[in-house]
């Protein structure tokens, strides 16, 4: 049986997220959300509220300094592993065009509010295209 090119005999997949291409944001966002929570909803936690950073300590001067690698604790591990879980799921989810505006960011959170920010724009420019579609 021969299926139209219309039909997408693809389907989703339970392993590998949905590949954004430019398009239909919300759709994608939505499917991506739902992955990752379905793997880790730490990996979730730490894109949404960016609760994962290079761990800090404050220096004999009082300033505050990356905690040098040989003083991690297996939080600090576990948790910068999975900050790298969830950047590589992103990252899996992103053509070529979509990873050039995102791969200077160190940080899950900062590549899931650029891509937000890139194609829904800041919570003003949200509100204002609400206001002129219900108008």
């Not at 609760?51 to 948790?79: A, F, G, L, V």
């Not at 050039?100 to 420019?125: M, N, P, R």
Request: with cysteine; charged share 25%; proline share 2%.
């Amino acid at each position: 049986m021969a299926f139209s090119g219309d039909i997408n005999i693809e389907g989703r997949s339970t392993v590998r997220p949905l590949l954004f291409k430019g398009t239909n944001f919300s759709y994608w966002k939505n499917s991506m959300q739902i992955f990752i929570e379905s793997i880790d909803m730490k990996l979730w936690e730490i894109m949404k509220n960016g609760r994962c950073s290079i761990p800090k300590i404050k220096n004999d001067k009082d300033e505050i300094i990356d905690k040098p690698m040989d003083q991690y604790t297996s939080t600090d591990w576990e948790n910068l592993t999975k900050n790298s879980k969830a950047k590589h799921i992103l990252y899996c989810g992103l053509d070529a065009n979509e990873y050039t505006c995102i791969f200077t960011c160190d940080i899950a959170q900062q590549i899931w509010s650029k891509l937000i920010v890139t194609h829904e724009g800041t919570s003003q420019v949200r509100e204002a295209k609400m206001n002129m579609f219900i108008h």
